[in-house]
């Protein structure tokens, strides 16, 4: 039977690896900001927060009667086999008794079986399913998923166990923006790329996926993208046995296990304070950043011991609740600071050109901007503190445009690289 794996894009070739089934490595050298990969999705499930706001099949955020018009009659030869039945489904004991996750699964489960048995006859829905059912399957579990009644055919009722063991750990958080907005099966991205804490690429969205180079990858590499977010030092390996049934062996997670524990964190808010100051003296030894700087080079095994404890995911729970809190309430200086901690954290975990990375400094942009504006009331040292914040800003700008426009636009219009271009413009003084 045809698969996807049939059609692979130029760059890319399978080769064996050495603990998973195949890696995925580069056949020539990929640029920063390369696009990879671009497949559509087999399945979506939009969360139950963005409902009313966005369509439930292509996830576009237009208005009511264009979704309607376009997706939903495209669509209803999928939906209209558990339409009916949806609502008294979710309202039975069986459902409401089991977690939010697994209650996503569910319904995720629900929208797959609907979407193969109504198009088993689809060149392009027997390609996906065929390269989805050679993905390996998840960990054994107590009790297979449950999913909405409807009719199917004999065929698509033997494959269900089957359906429900790899859909579980091969379904991807669709974004915009970096917020979650849906759930999606990408069957040749799942069968591809292996997970790695220090990835080389990312996925992005827009109505398809787009696997994206964050770095220079060059020939032979393989290609590595993340799994779950790598900031979730303390339960990332937790995550990789129990949902995917591996160890992630990254240099990243290698060391965290040579730590055996990482050191709990000070209690006093003096003593945090301190270690908040250390960090950022290591990272940052001219005590700010300015655009020539380079975020490469600071890597885990080089942390200093005493500096360990900021790895505990408390840390940086912390830090970036004050950044946020502080931003909002007007503390502006308050927030900088923060932020600059939280730069530091992330400069450690997170590899080069990571978005999140890029989407913070454009927070800290827009921080530094507010911050302009309400030194404009205030006659004490206006002009220096005013030059100062400007100065900084931009600084913060530039470098989250380095970053983002790597990683290039996501999801919805009027994203991060509009707003940067936006900032631009206010902090330059441009009408």
């Given at each position: 039977?045809?698969?996807?794996?049939?059609?692979?894009?130029?760059?890319?070739?399978?080769?064996?690896?050495?603990?998973?089934?195949?890696?995925?490595?580069?056949?020539?050298?990929?640029?920063?900001?390369?696009?990879?990969?671009?497949?559509?999705?087999?399945?979506?499930?939009?969360?139950?927060?963005?409902?009313?706001?966005?369509?439930?099949?292509?996830?576009?955020?237009?208005?009511?009667?264009?979704?309607?018009?376009?997706?939903?009659?495209?669509?209803?030869?999928?939906?209209?086999?558990?339409?009916?039945?949806?609502?008294?489904?979710?309202?039975?004991?069986?459902?409401?008794?089991?977690?939010?996750?697994?209650?996503?699964?569910?319904?995720?489960?629900?929208?797959?079986?609907?979407?193969?048995?109504?198009?088993?006859?689809?060149?392009?829905?027997?390609?996906?399913?065929?390269?989805?059912?050679?993905?390996?399957?998840?960990?054994?579990?107590?009790?297979?998923?449950?999913?909405?009644?409807?009719?199917?055919?004999?065929?698509?009722?033997?494959?269900?166990?089957?359906?429900?063991t790899r859909s579980g750990n091969n379904n991807f958080a669709i974004h915009s923006h970096l917020n979650t907005i849906a759930h999606g099966i990408f069957p040749l991205a799942s069968r591809l790329f292996n997970h790695s804490c220090l990835p080389n690429a990312a996925a992005r969205y827009s109505v398809r996926m787009e696997i994206v180079a964050l770095r220079e990858i060059k020939a032979t590499e393989e290609i590595c993208i993340p799994y779950v977010d790598p900031a979730l030092i303390e339960s990332r390996q937790q995550i990789f046995e129990l949902t995917y049934g591996f160890s992630c062996t990254c240099p990243s997670c290698n060391f965290i296990s040579t730590l055996g524990s990482i050191p709990s964190l000070p209690v006093s808010e003096a003593a945090l304070e301190k270690l908040d100051n250390t960090l950022q003296k290591y990272c940052f030894p001219?005590?700010?950043?300015?655009?020539?700087?380079?975020?490469?080079?600071?890597?885990?095994?080089?942390?200093?011991?005493?500096?360990?404890?900021?790895?505990?995911?408390?840390?940086?729970?912390?830090?970036?609740?004050?950044?946020?809190?502080?931003?909002?309430?007007?503390?502006?200086?308050?927030?900088?600071?923060?932020?600059?901690?939280v730069l530091a954290v992330y400069l450690l975990i997170y590899p080069k050109n990571y978005p999140q990375i890029g989407m913070h400094l454009l927070e800290m942009a827009k921080t530094g901007w507010n911050a302009v504006i309400a030194t404009e009331h205030d006659n004490k040292h206006q002009v220096l503190a005013k030059t100062s914040l400007l100065k900084r800003a931009r600084v913060y700008r530039n470098l989250a445009s380095n970053i983002l426009e790597v990683f290039g636009p996501e999801g919805d219009p009027a994203g991060p690289l509009e707003e940067v271009a936006l900032l631009k413009k206010l902090l330059d003084g441009e009408p």
């Open positions: 039977m045809p698969s996807s794996l049939d059609e692979l894009p130029a760059c890319v070739r399978l080769e064996a690896h050495a603990t998973a089934r195949d890696k995925a490595v580069a056949a020539s050298d990929i640029s920063p900001g390369s696009v990879i990969l671009e497949v559509p999705s087999m399945v979506v499930l939009l969360l139950s927060s963005d409902k009313g706001r966005r369509c439930d099949f292509c996830l576009c955020s237009g208005a009511p009667e264009i979704r309607l018009a376009k997706c939903q009659t495209l669509h209803w030869g999928s939906h209209k086999k558990f339409c009916k039945r949806l609502a008294s489904f979710m309202a039975s004991a069986d459902f409401q008794y089991m977690e939010a996750h697994e209650q996503l699964d569910a319904l995720l489960h629900t929208h797959l079986i609907a979407e193969i048995a109504s198009n088993a006859s689809s060149d392009i829905t027997a390609k996906q399913l065929s390269t989805f059912m050679s993905l390996l399957p998840g960990p054994p579990h107590d009790s297979l998923p449950i999913a909405c009644p409807m009719s199917v055919g004999a065929d698509v009722h033997q494959i269900l166990e089957a359906l429900f001219s005590s700010d950043i300015d655009d020539r700087t380079q975020f490469v080079g600071l890597t885990l095994p080089d942390l200093p011991e005493n500096l360990h404890p900021v790895l505990r995911e408390s840390y940086l729970s912390r830090l970036t609740d004050t950044f946020s809190r502080s931003s909002h309430e007007g503390s502006y200086h308050v927030a900088l600071d923060v932020g600059l901690t």
